[in-house]
């Protein structure tokens, strides 16, 4: 099955959380809107001054003859009477325009200050300089959407919206269980034949950086009763069960068996992508369970392609399957492709013409973590690509 | 002052901080490492199968005569004894490979299997489906260099290497400081003339992003000594102090002067970009303070030219100073540009060819923060840029 056509069944499958927090502004970066924001208050409040010189009647500057400077208005202290003919207030950025000017004579254009006389050397428009009440946003508006990924931008402008806290959605819970009699964790003692356990650390990492909740179950033995009452453990008080290992044709994978066993349905894909292949999917209410290889390689770009876009669709993102490659120049040939969708480690550079040109390492070895946590990108290779001299477009992945 | 020489002397006066500690992996993603990463072990440990299969002598193949199967080896479970002249070892993926054997023959290409003799159907090379001891590292090997933010795949590798605890470098300590008569905390009444503080909540989203830790000090009103007082306070226990407004050479503006008079020695530059203008730097000893303008989007645009290289610098990263600019075709005609470097905000889509097309919004009014939050990238606009159609190469940052 090609993984496009995996992908749009598991997200037809998931549906976004409903749960949510309210968070003072800067904890809610990086977590996800759990509703749209509207505006509490109009940006600027009034009319405001967008420099430092002298509020006037625009009309007064014809003549270029002297104004009469009347008083003062700086941010945060507003000059409290009404500029009338001839007359002129001195005024500071981020000021209130006073009631009866209409433009802004800025103080380079101003000669004679200080006498509180001033001559203008030059004329300006009506409304030159001012910024309106209201030019930002206005009492009601809505400016920022459910769905959003708050970052430090989003949450400069909900403060000045007038909220001290936002509504963001809960993180979605994700238990990591690692399948295999092999796996010793990092720094404990290996037996013969034993590997240090190293895709529950990195599918944390990447949940949490995706804007879930990593809770790490450890290392599960290959034994049906064990790995059974593994699921059943994990499938409690979690939204999403994320298996490594454990989940191919092989005669000791138990995975499948377990979720069954604890009323999952499944849907299993030999998806036809490499490195990768064997994926399952569980459902069970509101839970779900993606299976992952165990090969470490494998593991992390099966991520990338499912479970990022799993985690959006949870977190209620628009568009979790939005295609997140981009265009760039090969930077070695290539040969005809099978029939499998090839992610092909790579590292990025630029060409003379500054093209992005991404160059697949010579060795594409699934077992070799080196590599992955070297690469700058992922290079697409579709299937049945033919064979492409370098400098032919692509499409990449950046990592 | 062209924003790049400025940059420049502002991360020649900064160093990298000295203090590191010790997390656990997952905890360590998104941190920088503090020192070069070796690895504690060998990986694979041992010669393993890439396949489910038959460990076998690839010399007995040749004649395609039947083997007699003398054991099993699954992955954490070594067969013990030795493959001899025309015997095989039943063997899974990750599976030490048995003494004797150097070739692994698929189990597709096994017939009669069950029997306790199977018949290959195909010969192999020695070292078919064998990876060898040390593929992918080898005790000793340096695979993860001071300076590298830490990703997903980042701490999948340190697991495998045998690390359970990194050292990354402490996070910067940053003071934000609001200076302003007119600024007032987002939920509370307003007076006449006030508008709501927004600039410390971006730039905490910011720092803390981009791995600081945010110090929010307050709205500091517009009065020299309460200004020297909060300097003061702001300086002890923090690496870098960032105000917001204050820093022109208004007449109420007072952060240069507490900074003189907290001893910092200053540089005040005029810098030619827009939005932005004035940038000021200071240094007391190990204490930095870089002073942003007031007007949140030149706020946001200059943290992005000059705070988010100075964090990386203070962090140890590589080369703080690298140009994150991509190129991008113009989404619609502009005027030549006048002698300030113009970052423009634009949204960004694609032509039909797939090509990225930065398109500026009509306004680019910088007291709008509606229209920053709504950017995909910066457009960037050279000093004195002749007038350009749609269609022409430009530069963007991504947002």
């Given at each position: 099955?090609?993984?496009?056509?995996?992908?749009?069944?598991?997200?037809?499958?998931?549906?976004?959380?409903?749960?949510?927090?309210?968070?003072?502004?800067?904890?809610?970066?990086?977590?996800?809107?759990?509703?749209?924001?509207?505006?509490?208050?109009?940006?600027?409040?009034?009319?405001?001054?967008?420099?430092?010189?002298?509020?006037?009647?625009?009309?007064?500057?014809?003549?270029?003859?002297?104004?009469?400077?009347?008083?003062?208005?700086?941010?945060?202290?507003?000059?409290?009477?009404?500029?009338?003919?001839?007359?002129?207030?001195?005024?500071?950025?981020?000021a209130p325009v006073p009631?009866?000017?209409?433009?802004?004579?800025?103080?380079?254009?101003a000669q004679g200050v200080?006498?509180?006389?001033?001559?203008?050397?030059?004329?300006?428009?009506?409304?030159?300089?001012?910024?309106?009440?209201?030019?930002?946003?206005?009492?009601?508006?809505?400016?920022?959407?459910?769905?959003?990924?708050?970052?430090?931008?989003?949450?400069?402008?909900?403060?000045?919206?007038?909220?001290?806290?936002?509504?963001?959605?809960?993180?979605?819970?994700?238990?990591?269980?690692?399948?295999?009699?092999?796996?010793?964790?990092?720094?404990?003692?290996?037996?013969?034949?034993?590997?240090?356990?190293?895709?529950?650390?990195?599918?944390?990492?990447?949940?949490?950086?995706?804007?879930?909740?990593?809770?790490?179950?450890?290392?599960?033995?290959?034994?049906?009763?064990?790995?059974?009452?593994?699921?059943?453990?994990?499938?409690?008080?979690?939204?999403?069960?994320?298996?490594?290992?454990?989940?191919?044709?092989?005669?000791?994978?138990?995975?499948?068996?377990?979720?069954?066993?604890?009323?999952?349905?499944?849907?299993?894909?030999k998806i036809a992508v490499?490195?990768?292949?064997?994926?399952?999917?569980?459902?069970?209410?509101?839970?779900?369970?993606?299976?992952?290889?165990?090969?470490?390689?494998?593991?992390?770009?099966?991520?990338?392609?499912?479970?990022?876009?799993?985690?959006?669709?949870?977190?209620?993102?628009?568009?979790?399957?939005?295609?997140?490659?981009?265009?760039?120049?090969?930077?070695?040939?290539?040969?005809?492709?099978?029939?499998?969708?090839?992610?092909?480690?790579?590292?990025?550079?630029?060409?003379?013409?500054?093209?992005?040109?991404?160059?697949?390492?010579?060795?594409?070895?699934?077992?070799?973590?080196?590599?992955?946590?070297?690469?700058?990108?992922?290079?697409?290779?579709?299937?049945?690509?033919?064979?492409?001299?370098?400098?032919?477009?692509?499409?990449?992945?950046?990592?």
């Amino acid at each position: 099955m090609a993984p496009d056509v995996a992908r749009t069944r598991m997200l037809a499958a998931a549906t976004p959380l409903q749960g949510a927090e309210a968070m003072p502004l800067v904890q809610a970066s990086g977590r996800t809107l759990a509703e749209d924001v509207t505006a509490l208050r109009t940006q600027p409040p009034f009319a405001a001054s967008a420099m430092d010189g002298y509020a006037v009647r625009a009309a007064d500057l014809t003549s270029l003859m002297p104004l009469h400077v009347i008083g003062e208005a700086k941010a945060g202290h507003p000059f409290g009477g009404t500029v009338g003919p001839m007359e002129a207030v001195r005024i500071f950025t981020g000021a209130p325009v006073p009631d009866g000017a209409d433009a802004i004579l800025i103080q380079e254009n101003a000669q004679g200050v200080g006498a509180g006389v001033i001559t203008p050397t030059q004329t300006e428009q009506a409304g030159r300089f001012v910024r309106p009440a209201g030019l930002d946003f206005c009492t009601g508006d809505c400016l920022l959407k459910a769905g959003t990924v708050l970052d430090a931008w989003h949450i400069g402008l909900a403060a000045s919206m007038g909220h001290g806290l936002l509504s963001v959605r809960s993180r979605p819970r994700v238990a990591i269980l690692s399948t295999g009699d092999e796996l010793a964790m990092p720094g404990s003692a290996l037996r013969e034949g034993q590997i240090v356990s190293s895709n529950a650390f990195a599918l944390a990492a990447f949940v949490e950086s995706r804007g879930g909740v990593a809770d790490d179950r450890g290392i599960v033995p290959d034994d049906a009763d064990t790995t059974r009452r593994a699921i059943a453990n994990a499938a409690e008080g979690c939204d999403l069960i994320v298996t490594s290992g454990g989940a191919s044709v092989g005669d000791h994978d138990f995975v499948q068996a377990a979720l069954v066993a604890n009323g999952f349905s499944i849907s299993f894909w030999k998806i036809a992508v490499r490195p990768g292949k064997p994926l399952m999917f569980g459902v069970r209410g509101s839970t779900l369970c993606l299976g992952l290889p165990g090969n470490p390689v494998s593991s992390m770009i099966c991520a990338i392609l499912f479970l990022e876009p799993l985690l959006r669709k949870l977190l209620g993102q628009p568009n979790p399957d939005t295609d997140r490659s981009e265009g760039a120049l090969l930077g070695r040939a290539l040969p005809a492709n099978d029939l499998r969708e090839e992610y092909m480690r790579a590292s990025l550079g630029r060409d003379d013409a500054g093209n992005l040109v991404a160059t697949p390492f010579s060795s594409q070895d699934s077992s070799i973590q080196r590599l992955m946590a070297s690469a700058d990108a992922l290079l697409i290779r579709p299937a049945h690509a033919p064979a492409a001299e370098a400098g032919t477009p692509c499409r990449i992945i950046r990592l």
